[in-house]
């Protein structure tokens, strides 16, 4: 297409039934003349680069030609989703083929994002002809300093566990999971780098007898309740997850118990009695949790602790009779408390209960944390054919990542941030903490769930956490169960229940992609190193590479999040990781 004066111009070209337009800036005389030409389609013109090129675009250029006239203009390269895609506009650039390699003009504008956009060259056009877009080589040392640091406690990150035992299909009773984990995974055992293990944990802790390990029959639950979970009323035989064999299991990696009482179920005699039992087995009881997720629009919930005044009374007077027994070796306990995360979309209930929860324990309390759950979508559309989101979409996942920051910021402004000002205005003496106790990305329509992608966001996550000092634990959910949800494989079946991977229906288990019980899962592997970093840190510093590093874009209506995000750890005899 040939355009003839001396005004800017958007030449609408396209090829192959895609529209990628270019435009000039204003020439300076009335008869100056361009021609463009676009071509879909890889460029064989030359492989030589400027020394700050990395590499030009492999799919598409555009042919810019000065006719008639010696101005020298600016050029507009354009994109779209329906062509050529791009990754990302970190670190793009305008390339001309000079006649002899392809020279980096810069960029001076950038608008948009991978979908569809613009970049501007920096310097005006001297040589005519073949044009691209480009990207830049970056450092791979990139330079950083030193920001915010942070001490941290001696129990920092574990799992939750109730999930170390296996019910045997055919005799109904349970086995220990810990020997596959020393058969295939002898590093978690040896390493001994997690110094938590939530028990029982989750949903079950509000159900489960501790003499057990299992949940409590169904013929002794108060109220006439009955079990909607199939899996609570199976086992029979309560064999093989007693607090010996918590003790047991615990003493191979070398992890302190978070336990979790049954205030719903059971009673307040009957939990003290454990403190008993764990001191007989050589478990040391410091952590109690005491409750979980009462915020739910659940019926039983509502039933015992009807508001949350109901519960803060409930475990005021627990945490008082409790110290009037005055337990010998057991009186120095860290109670914590159920808050809830945030979520506009949640019901009253859920969405009030941890600011309710702070006005109501009163300034002299004796609860050390309340405990937050932080389970965050991907963020990502779905496809409208599939029903799962687009694993190949390279935009996709940068939306992904982005969500680890977003819902990051999200839980600071909200309960961090209440849980702030209280310490502040109400409990100065006794300042409380925040243990996140479950996380993860819960998405069951995700495409990356299972695969490296999860598991970096769960360390995106545990890393995030760091910049609020108020959080002092972070408990993975859980340690072993399937690739959802687990760090470490319980069965062969690990990826039964996703259904986005193209596997077999979520009922069968995937021949295609077995698992062996005990190996990590993709989460494991990438918060295994998490794990490592942490244990014996007594200092996090969160590393600033912004001096360096351009921001990820995702589009004008999305914060600016680094490219490169990460932390240092120093240890107690000086030795730091990264």
């Not at 030589?48 to 600016?74: M, P």
């Not at 390699?101 to 613009?118: A, F, M, T, V």
Request: glycine share 8%.
């Amino acid at each position: 297409m040939k355009k003839i004066g001396n005004t800017a111009f958007v030449f609408p070209v396209g090829d192959e039934n895609t529209f990628f337009p270019v435009e000039i800036s204003a020439p300076t005389s009335s008869s100056d003349a361009f021609m463009t030409t676009y071509f879909s389609k890889p460029q064989y013109i030359g492989s030589n680069l400027d020394s700050s090129l990395y590499r030009v675009s492999s799919c598409n250029y555009w042919k810019i030609e000065r006719i008639v006239g010696a101005s020298n203009v600016n050029v507009k390269l354009y994109w779209d989703s329906m062509g050529c895609g791009l990754f990302d506009t970190l670190n793009m650039t305008v390339a001309n083929w000079d006649g002899s390699k392809w020279k980096n003009l810069g960029y001076s504008q950038i608008l948009g994002d991978p979908n569809i956009g613009s970049i501007k060259n920096a310097s005006s056009v001297n040589t005519y002809g073949y044009f691209s877009i480009a990207e830049l080589k970056t450092s791979l040392a990139p330079s950083c300093s030193l920001g915010f640091t942070r001490s941290l406690p001696p129990d920092f990150f574990g799992f939750n566990g109730s999930n170390t035992i296996d019910v045997d299909q055919t005799l109904n009773t349970g086995i220990q999971t810990w020997a596959d984990i020393l058969a295939f995974n002898p590093p978690f055992v040896q390493d001994k780098k997690i110094t938590l293990m939530r028990i029982p944990a989750g949903t079950l802790g509000n159900f489960s007898d501790w003499r057990t390990g299992w949940p409590k029959l169904e013929k002794d639950l108060p109220y006439n309740w009955d079990y909607d979970k199939f899996n609570y009323r199976k086992l029979n035989d309560g064999a093989g997850n007693e607090l010996q064999d918590v003790a047991n299991n615990l003493n191979l990696i070398g992890a302190r118990p978070i336990f979790m009482w049954n205030v719903l179920t059971s009673k307040f005699l009957y939990e003290v009695a454990s403190v008993y039992r764990a001191h007989e087995v050589n478990l040391p009881v410091k952590y109690i949790e005491l409750g979980n997720e009462f915020y739910l629009e659940d019926e039983y919930y509502k039933q015992v602790f009807p508001s949350v005044g109901d519960y803060v009374s409930f475990v005021e007077n627990l945490i008082s009779d409790y110290n009037q027994l005055a337990i010998p070796g057991f009186n120095l306990i860290e109670w914590a408390v159920v808050g809830s995360d945030y979520s506009q979309a949640s019901g009253g209930r859920r969405k009030l209960w941890t600011e309710s929860l702070l006005n109501l324990l009163p300034s002299n309390t004796e609860v050390d944390a309340i405990v937050v759950h932080d389970y965050i979508g991907s963020g990502v559309p779905l496809d409208a054919n599939t029903g799962c989101t687009d694993i190949l979409a390279n935009q996709s996942i940068k939306k992904y990542f982005n969500k680890i920051f977003k819902e990051g910021e999200t839980l600071k402004a909200t309960e961090i941030n209440k849980l702030s000002l209280a310490n502040s205005n109400k409990f100065l003496n006794n300042e409380l903490e925040m243990w996140i106790t479950e996380f993860n990305n819960l998405d069951y329509e995700n495409a990356y769930i299972g695969t490296w992608a999860h598991g970096l966001f769960n360390v995106g996550m545990a890393l995030k956490y760091l910049e609020s000092e108020e959080i002092t634990k972070v408990v993975s959910h859980t340690m072993a169960s399937d690739g959802v949800f687990g760090n470490i494989f319980e069965s062969e079946c690990g990826f039964s229940g996703i259904k986005c991977h193209g596997t077999l229906p979520s009922t069968q288990c995937p021949s295609d992609f077995t698992t062996n019980k005990g190996e990590f899962t993709a989460l494991g592997n990438a918060l295994n190193q998490f794990a490592l970093a942490t244990k014996d840190a007594v200092t996090a510093t969160q590393l600033d590479f912004s001096s360096d590093v351009l921001p990820i874009i995702i589009n004008a209506n999305e914060p600016l999040n680094p490219e490169l995000y990460g932390w240092m750890f120093t240890k107690g005899n000086g030795d730091v990781e990264f």
